[in-house]
């Protein structure tokens, strides 16, 4: 047993779990393997937040009965929200699959490779943090959500909130720091809940004040919030901590007070707009993205209408939009008739996502001729690409008479670029 295959979908949790599983694997002295069929240990990360992700894990998952003939000795798991405290069904419909791990619960597969090496694992796997990590990477801080939203199956899946010590998650990045990561990001199903579960009486505004004083790392960032969390104090940190990114992720999903109520957001539209005007007045020169369900049971054409001009209000520096599908187990499934046809759902989420790009054109039109810090963070199709501080996506060259060598030494620099093309998605520009 020398390799694995982890094959991800779905969230930034999972990219994170992912690479955690890849770190415990690899100190047991596993190799990744660019292909499953080369791999001795192969990991599907499933995803089952839209009903197409949960097809494609299960294409996926059909895809690799071939490598149960071809190498009967490989061990082939199956982790992430597709698997919940019960597994008999997968196990009747993927027989060929070894084990089904719940997210994050890597025990049992570490367990069956000790065994196979004749090692014990908990002897020898230390930090989860990447052994290799990107210049840029996630560091989960909360797991699980205590908020039962109608729509949403993850609280079934990863179970209740549950915070790190801020002792623990500043210790990890001072790891990655050491190991030439220069931004992180803190991950939760509700990161701004950060802390509400322990007894230290530390918020999501301590951790990051921590992380602030970690050297040799330059950005902090925070995923994914919610309205009910964004508390005073955590904005203030924002604004303050020179770390901390000047974008927020603060999820709406509807603008309109009854499909928010029988989505169980225990908010209305208008206490989402004073948390985004306090967002705004708070911290200048902040970028705010949130998320958008459309056709949800029971949503009337007005109601659809009441959230484009939610939308068209607030201009939004990024929207992710998605028609709803119903999510077997969850209280919407349960308890509503998903009424809204599929056609229409598609014709709401074609018009909301017609408006935003409207609206990211005019956003990002004032980028033109300015100059933004961005960090580089990889080579794509002859380009640098990165991020600025408000998460817009940077394309970038580096003239030959800039004194850096272009092609390589850039990754993880921060490096000024002068914006010379906008569009909704992305910003192009070379290093000044």
């Known amino acids: 047993m020398q390799t694995y295959h982890i094959w991800t979908i779905g969230c ?7 690479e955690r599983l890849g770190s415990a694997l690899e100190q047991l002295g596993l190799a990744p393997a660019a292909r499953p069929t080369d791999a001795d240990v192969v990991v599907l990360n499933s995803c089952v937040v839209r009903q197409s992700a949960e097809d494609k894990v299960t294409g996926t998952l059909n895809l690799t009965q071939p490598l149960r003939k071809k190498r009967p000795d490989a061990v082939l798991a199956l982790t992430g929200c597709m698997v919940g405290p019960r597994t008999e069904e997968l196990q009747k419909r993927f027989p060929h699959v070894d084990l089904f791990l719940r997210p994050q619960q890597f025990e049992p ?4 490779v000790g065994e196979r090496l004749g090692l014990d694992w908990q002897g020898c796997v230390g930090s989860l943090a990447p052994q290799q990590p990107d210049v840029a990477t996630y560091v989960p801080i909360i797991h699980g959500c205590d908020l039962m939203c109608t729509f949403c199956i993850i609280p079934y899946r990863r179970g209740r909130q549950v915070s790190r010590s801020v002792d623990d998650i500043a210790h990890e990045v001072e790891l990655l720091a050491g190991r030439g990561v220069r ?4 991950l939760g199903q509700t990161v701004d809940a950060y802390g509400h579960d322990r007894d230290e009486g530390h918020d999501l505004a301590d951790l990051f004040k921590r992380l602030n004083d970690v050297d040799g790392l330059d950005r902090i960032r925070f995923l994914t919030s919610h309205p009910s969390y ?7 940190s924002v604004a303050d901590l020179p770390k901390v990114c000047e974008h927020i992720n603060l999820p709406v999903q509807s603008g309109d007070d009854d499909v928010l109520q029988r989505m169980r957001r225990p908010y209305t539209i208008a ?7 306090e967002i705004r007045d708070t911290i200048p020169d902040v970028t705010v993205s949130t998320d958008i369900i459309v056709g949800f049971p029971g949503e009337t054409g007005a109601q659809y209408e009441n959230t484009l001009q939610l939308v068209d209000e607030l201009r939004f520096d990024k929207v992710h939009g998605a028609a709803y599908s119903t999510r077997p187990g969850t209280i919407a499934a349960r308890t509503m008739d ?10 709401r989420l074609k018009g909301l996502e017609t408006l935003q790009e409207n609206i990211l054109t005019g956003i990002n039109s004032a980028y033109l001729d300015e100059t ?4 580089a963070e990889n080579r794509k199709r002859g380009s640098w690409t990165g991020r600025t501080r408000g998460n817009k996506l940077v394309y970038f060259d580096i ?20 914006i010379t093309r906008t569009g909704p998605w992305s910003l192009a520009g070379v290093t000044t």
Not at 271 to 277: A, F, K, L, Q, T
């Open 12 to 18: 930034q949790m999972n990219t994170a779990d992912s």
């Open 109 to 112: 597969l570490l367990d069956l």
């Open 183 to 186: 931004e992180v990001t803190v």
């Open 230 to 236: 964004m508390s005073s104090r955590i904005i203030k």
């Open 271 to 277: 206490e989402y707009r004073d948390i985004i005007s």
């Open 338 to 347: 998903d009424d809204v046809p599929q056609e229409e759902k598609q014709r």
């Open 372 to 375: 933004v810090e961005v960090l």
């Open 399 to 418: 003239p030959e008479t800039s004194g850096h060598a272009a092609e390589t030494g850039q990754t993880g620099r921060l490096v000024d670029v002068r």
